[in-house]
């Protein structure tokens, strides 16, 4: 699976959008890019994932560059609840069933 | 919530205790796994189990022993473990599938190696 590159933290003002960047310039073209999000000592939340196409769901818009080595994760309206470690995992669906967990980026929510 | 509970929340025990943490997820997936996590390191992959067998063992020492019963159960069976192995003990779940699988994680169990 392809390695990914993440800022190690990054400050939003409460009601701001949070921009979370990610590089993954070896990703390969069957690979997914996957979010998650890890609130201090809670388990893994799943955000959101894509391919090629850009998504959006309830919880963040994924917007994927067209060479698609590189993404950002949009939190549209931040609240102080986002605070969190948010981790770009890039993985093939034949890879078995590794996530590998990086050191993510500790975004904090400020009033 | 997402479907996964796992209990104890929180577990301290001696180097000579034998204890089990559960794993139950609701959400009808064929794979579930078990994830260590300790202080300020990222979580490490230990056991998969899809449809009931475990297909992934990520060399983990024998004084941890997983089990899968059934599809919705996981238990992790701890014996004679050592002080380093504090840590965030995390069940996950998922359908496996060609086009991809999302985890679903369950709250963790901490757990304290006097």
């Known amino acids: 699976d392809a390695k990914t590159t993440q800022p190690t933290s990054m400050d939003c003002a409460e009601g701001r959008a949070a921009n979370l960047p990610c590089n993954h310039s070896?990703?390969?073209?069957?690979?997914?890019v996957y979010w998650y999000r890890q609130i201090h000592s809670q388990g893994p939340q799943y955000i959101i994932h894509?391919?090629?196409n850009n998504e959006t769901n309830e919880m963040a818009s994924l917007i994927i560059t067209e060479d698609r080595k590189s993404s950002t994760l949009i939190l549209p309206h931040a609240t102080l609840r986002d605070t969190a470690v948010y981790y770009c995992?890039?993985?093939?669906?034949?890879?078995?069933?590794?996530?590998?967990f990086g050191e993510g980026t500790q975004l904090t929510v400020n009033p | 919530e997402t479907g996964v509970t796992q209990t104890p929340r929180h577990l301290v025990m001696g180097m000579t205790n034998k204890k089990s943490l559960k794993c139950e997820q609701h959400?009808?997936?064929?794979?579930m796994y078990w994830y260590k996590q300790s202080a300020k390191k990222p979580l490490e992959l230990m056991f998969v189990?899809?449809?009931?067998?475990?297909?992934e063992n990520n060399s983990v020492p024998s004084r941890f022993s997983p089990e899968c019963p059934n599809s919705s159960h996981l238990f992790l069976h701890l014996h004679t473990l050592q002080p380093e192995d504090s840590a965030l003990y995390l069940c996950?779940?998922?359908?496996?599938?060609?086009?991809?699988?999302?985890?679903?994680f369950g709250p963790g169990t901490r757990l304290l190696v006097l």
């Open positions: 996950a779940s998922s359908h496996r599938q060609a086009s991809g699988e999302t985890q679903y």
């Open positions: 959400l009808g997936h064929n794979a």
């Open positions: 070896t990703i390969s073209g069957n690979e997914y």
């Open positions: 894509g391919l090629k």
């Open positions: 189990y899809s449809l009931e067998e475990r297909v």
């Open positions: 995992i890039v993985k093939a669906p034949t890879s078995g069933s590794r996530l590998t």
